[in-house]
């Protein structure tokens, strides 16, 4: 393991890094910010968790949606979901060209976009439709080979505000009538996920439902990620 002693860290950004058993030993952390998959935190001998996910829920009670086992539930959080992102997509075209800003090297709102075509296109479409379509080609995936520019994807495209919107409603209206349709007994079952070397592969073995909630999270999450950079671009234009 890397020992840090006496190091001067000082807006140090740690991203994309795996700090499972990571132990921070008498250091002074002020102003610091974690965003990430956290579980197990254990802050001055107190687990805190918990607390945190409890204040997500309190503040995002669609999060509870997405993790009910309720269809009708799901079916409301896709409903919140696409009503939200709508909003933002107003507000966007309120500040012509703020789509392709970004700030602390974060997608800007229209990557963020793409990559959400992309999320359907492998989760929902391969995932729980069993498809082995192309994925739409605007659409953003990860950024590690072979999956960079795979399967239909261009990343030298530069698609305009109202084309990605467009696929984006499509791809909405397509999950929210799934939703309206699929039945318990089929969420429950295990995941189509053609035995190709296509993105995600780490999709077998999960359940419908499983596929279906990293879609709805994705979605959230993105969407969080989207409004704030779009708070912090707005403030830096009123100083």
């Keep these: 393991m890397t020992r840090y002693v006496d190091e001067d860290l000082h807006h140090a950004e740690f991203r994309e890094c795996d700090l499972t058993g ?3 030993i008498g250091v002074v952390m002020q102003d610091a910010v974690i965003d990430g998959l956290v579980s197990n935190l254990v802050v001055n001998g107190v687990e805190v968790t918990g607390y945190v ?8 009670p ?11 539930d799901l079916r409301e959080a896709a409903r919140q979901l696409n009503a939200a992102w709508a909003a933002t997509v107003e507000r966007i075209r309120r500040a012509p060209g703020i789509e392709r800003r970004s700030v602390n090297d974060e997608w800007s709102a229209m ?4 990559h959400l075509v992309f999320v359907h296109d492998s989760w929902f479409r391969r995932c729980c439709l069993g498809s082995t379509e192309l994925f739409t080609p ?26 990605v919107v467009s696929v984006r409603a499509a791809q909405a209206a397509e999950l929210e009538s799934w939703l309206d349709d ?6 429950a079952a295990p ?23 990293t879609v709805l999270n994705e979605t ?3 969407h969080g990620f989207c409004v704030r950079d779009l708070d912090l671009i707005e403030a830096q234009g009123a100083e």
């Design 138 to 163: 605007m659409g953003i995936g990860p950024d590690v080979e072979p999956y960079r520019e795979a399967h239909g994807l261009d990343r030298s495209l530069d698609p305009a505000l109202d084309e």
């Design 53 to 60: 996910e409890a204040e997500l829920d309190r503040l995002h």
């Design 191 to 213: 995941a189509p996920v053609p035995e190709d070397d296509v993105w995600p592969p780490y999709a077998r073995g999960r359940t419908v439902r499983q596929c279906v909630r």
């Design 22 to 24: 990571a132990r921070l």
């Design 111 to 114: 990557q963020t976009m793409r």
């Design 220 to 222: 959230f999450e993105h």
């Design 182 to 187: 699929v039945t318990a007994a089929q969420l």
């Design 62 to 72: 669609v999060r509870v949606l997405i993790r009910s086992e309720d269809l009708a």
